[in-house]
């Protein structure tokens, strides 16, 4: 003997439910092919101990203040401790650092010294991650009348 419960059942119909399913899996993996990650290339500082640091090695640092740049490196070998670069205004956008000025400074530095490839850029933490990037980008190449010069392709990070 049935109930009436049992009779106004009905079955569940899944058939539109694995139609969507089958429907939204093609076009997931249709949509992951549209995302590009991209990555940046940096290395890591090699660390050596005090005795084994070079004094003839320039050893060039690009320091991200929150004024601007500066540019450090062996005061025997670079002619000076540091070079100031500061910022025209407030540093508030990646367009206010002074990325053309630093990128020509390295130019000079990369003409007296040809052989160093090699420079470390050492942020401030309160710098954000496009101007980070914008100066290792600057650090890497120098274009002159439409041709692309080599600058300091070994960018390594550091933190304070």
């Not at 000025?101 to 496009?130: C, G, N």
């Not at 600057?138 to 933190?159: C, D, Q, W």
């Amino acid at each position: 003997m049935r109930s009436r419960d049992d009779s106004e059942r009905s079955e569940l119909n899944l058939l539109p439910m694995m139609n969507l399913v089958s429907l939204l899996i093609p076009l997931l993996l249709m949509g992951t092919q549209l995302v590009a990650l991209s990555a940046v290339e940096v290395t890591q500082p090699a660390s050596a101990p005090i005795g084994d640091v070079d004094p003839d090695e320039l050893h060039l640092v690009v320091a991200i203040e929150p004024t601007g740049f500066v540019v450090q490196g062996a005061e025997d070998v670079l002619g000076e401790a540091s070079l100031d670069l500061p910022c025209a205004s407030a540093c508030a956008k990646v367009a206010d650092w002074p990325a053309e000025e630093l990128q020509q400074r390295l130019a000079e530095i990369k003409a007296a010294h040809p052989t160093v490839r090699a420079l470390t850029v050492l942020p401030d933490a309160r710098i954000d991650y496009q101007t980070i990037i914008r100066t290792m980008d600057v650090s890497r190449e120098h274009k002159v009348a439409g041709e692309t010069h080599e600058l300091f392709p070994i960018v390594s990070i550091a933190a304070r």
